[in-house]
Nanobody, 118 residues
Framework: QVQLVESGGGLVQAGGSLRLSCAAS????????MGWFRQAPGKEREFVAR????????YYTDSVKGRSTISRDNAKNTVYLQMDSLKPEDTAVYYC???????????WGQGTQVTVSS
């Protein structure tokens, strides 16, 4: 079955960096657009970033633009989210997700916690 497994979360001070990874299995990774989402306590899940099939096109929500980079390695079936200049408001559970259509994400990981202390 399809599995998306996130890793790389943790506790970091404001201004620090983290690199999240999401390893996919059970699907043809190169045929799926990949996205990162996050959910902070008491808030709805929100979109963070997405990347197209080849990795040539990316899109970010305004709050992380310029501080985050999404990338993928189709040979390793893995998508990454490099987050720099982290802020306390970046604290959330981060999820990766896979979409064939580019509109709906059919598969989701279990999430990885990112906590940014001030």
């Amino acid at each position: 079955q399809v599995q998306l497994v996130e890793s790389g979360g943790g506790l970091v001070q404001a201004g620090g960096s983290l690199r999240l990874s999401c390893a996919a299995s059970g699907l043809t990774f190169s045929l799926y657009r990949m996205g990162w989402f996050r959910q902070a306590p008491g808030k709805e899940r929100e979109f963070v970033a997405r990347i197209n099939l080849s990795g040539s096109s990316t899109y970010y929500t305004d709050s992380v633009k310029g501080r985050s980079t999404i990338s993928r390695d189709n040979a390793k079936n893995t998508v990454y989210l490099q987050m720099d200049s982290l802020k306390p408001e970046d604290t959330a559970v981060y999820y990766c997700a896979a979409s064939q259509s580019g509109y709906e994400y059919a598969y989701w990981g279990q999430g990885t916690q990112v906590t940014v202390s001030s």
